[in-house]
């Protein structure tokens, strides 16, 4: 099946640090991508809609200025976490759908952010 | 907008079968998704339905009744590695994004 590469799977940084998170589509296109953050015993919320070409969509409550989206081709997303908090320490995990196809979203693998 | 309502917890015995349902609420409906995640990892596909009716696969299977805005997922021949959240899924018409409910944590006990 469909491969979604996520990268890094773990990162552990300072107060005050950018980190960014790249996912891949590796075997398919994908317009959208999907970013998602899951807190410890919590459902995955829904983060923001990357569209390639475009701007991002945020959910309500998700400051773009902090979460930075960038979809700069078909199979690649990047999420930067800036001026990161202990409060962002959490799971992000990226999915994407093949384009034009009514499937099934691939995941990544997710990535364990730790600020310390 | 959408409304998903599963159970939070369950346990079921080793070599059991456990049914957990699903009822949601959604505008533009285009099919359920069931998702299986373990502890500290991205979710893993198990079933679409778009068609009502049973959908069959190895031990897991997948019920739908677009009328009645229910699903359930069906577990058969329980097994520890069994332990996991199980997210119901369904999907809006177009690109739009799978919007997952809380999860039912399933934990199989011997």
């Known amino acids: 099946g469909a491969v979604v590469s996520q990268h890094p799977s773990w990162v552990i940084c300072k107060s005050g640090t950018s980190v960014k998170i790249e996912c891949r589509s590796l075997d398919f296109q994908a317009t959208t991508m999907f970013w998602y953050r899951q807190f410890p015993k919590q459902s995955l919320m829904l983060m923001a809609t990357s569209n390639e070409g475009s701007k991002a969509t945020y959910e309500q409550g998700v400051e773009k200025d902090k979460f930075l989206i960038n979809h700069a081709s078909l199979t690649l997303s990047t999420l930067t976490v800036t001026s990161a908090h202990p409060e962002d320490s959490s799971f992000y995990i990226c999915?994407?759908?093949?384009?034009?196809?009514?499937?099934?979203?691939?995941f990544g693998q997710g990535t364990r952010l730790t600020v310390v | 907008g959408q409304n998903i309502d599963q159970p939070t917890e369950m346990t079921a015995t080793e070599g059991a079968i456990v049914q957990i349902n699903c009822t949601y609420q959604?505008?533009?409906?285009?099919?359920l998704f069931w998702y299986q995640q373990h502890a500290g990892e991205a979710p893993t596909f198990l079933s679409y339905?778009?068609?009502?009716g049973l959908e069959e696969k190895g031990r897991f299977s997948s019920f739908l009744s677009r009328s009645k805005g229910y699903s359930y997922l069906l577990l058969k021949e329980l097994q520890m590695k069994d332990s996991a959240s199980y997210l119901c899924a369904p999907k809006g018409s177009g690109n739009t994004p799978l919007v997952f409910g809380k999860g039912t944590r399933l934990s199989v006990i011997a």
């Open positions: 339905n778009v068609l009502d």
């Open positions: 959604t505008s533009g409906f285009n099919g």
């Open positions: 999915s994407a759908r093949a384009t034009g196809l009514n499937t099934e979203a691939f």
